[in-house]
């Protein structure tokens, strides 16, 4: 080991630095650290969806609007309020859809935008209109036809116009077109309203961020 710096002074045992002109005596004594830096971090990747994470956040909704639904059809039909019902069915609807954007923001992925609230909205929607559907063509295509017509006569003595539609709903052709043109109606009064409501929540979750 050095004894003398290459400035001329003695240097003391174990120096790691010349006590006179502060030469580093040791390698890598005095020379500037090396930040240590991070790791890249790599980007996040988008979440995959599939069809059970939709159904997880829609499903409870779709299926307490279904049934409350059927609860409020069947309660105030009671008093003979029949197109009171319909619309507070309606709202029901468009509410649980509303609840389902809410929903799958919380429970599942951010929602992405306002289409895409609108089709979780609208599907939300389908699902509580599938059970009415199936039970309109169940009923119409056995005894509830007949049962059908023979009401509408009981109400055409009052009216001529519904007399006139019970004579030509006679036709099965007429019928069923009659039918048809009333559920597709209806259908797309759920459906696209609830995807309305879906699109205004998806537009107050992300205006919450």
């Known amino acids: 080991?050095?004894?003398?710096?290459?400035?001329?002074?003695?240097?003391?045992?174990?120096?790691?630095?010349?006590?006179?002109?502060?030469?580093?005596?040791?390698?890598?004594?005095?020379?500037?650290?090396?930040?240590?830096?991070?790791?890249?971090?790599?980007?996040?990747?988008?979440?995959?969806?599939?069809?059970?994470?939709?159904?997880?956040?829609?499903?409870?909704?779709?299926?307490?609007?279904?049934?409350?639904?059927?609860?409020?059809?069947?309660?105030?039909s009671l008093f003979g309020l029949g197109l009171v019902a319909a619309m507070l069915g309606i709202g029901v609807v468009w509410l649980a859809a509303y609840y389902a954007v809410k929903r799958f923001e919380q429970r599942v992925a951010p929602v992405s935008g306002l289409w895409h609230g609108f089709g979780v909205g609208a599907l939300t929607g389908l699902l509580c209109y599938l059970p009415t559907l199936v039970t309109q063509l169940a009923v119409l295509g056995g005894p509830g036809q007949e049962a059908f017509l023979e009401a509408l006569q009981e109400q055409a003595q009052d009216s001529p116009i519904i007399a006139g539609a019970a004579t030509a709903l006679e036709d099965p052709t007429v019928f069923w077109g009659a039918m048809v043109l009333t559920i597709l109606v209806e259908a797309t009064v759920l459906v696209a309203g609830a995807g309305g409501f879906g699109a205004l929540a998806a537009k107050t979750v992300m205006n919450e961020r």
Not at 35 to 43: D, G, I, K
């Open 1 to 76: 080991m050095a004894t003398h710096c290459t400035c001329g002074s003695p240097l003391p045992p174990g120096a790691s630095f010349c006590p006179r002109c502060g030469r580093p005596l040791v390698p890598g004594v005095g020379e500037p650290e090396v930040p240590f830096e991070l790791p890249a971090q790599p980007e996040p990747v988008p979440q995959e969806l599939t069809a059970r994470d939709y159904i997880r956040a829609i499903g409870p909704p779709a299926i307490a609007g279904m049934s409350l639904r059927f609860l409020l059809s069947a309660l105030v």
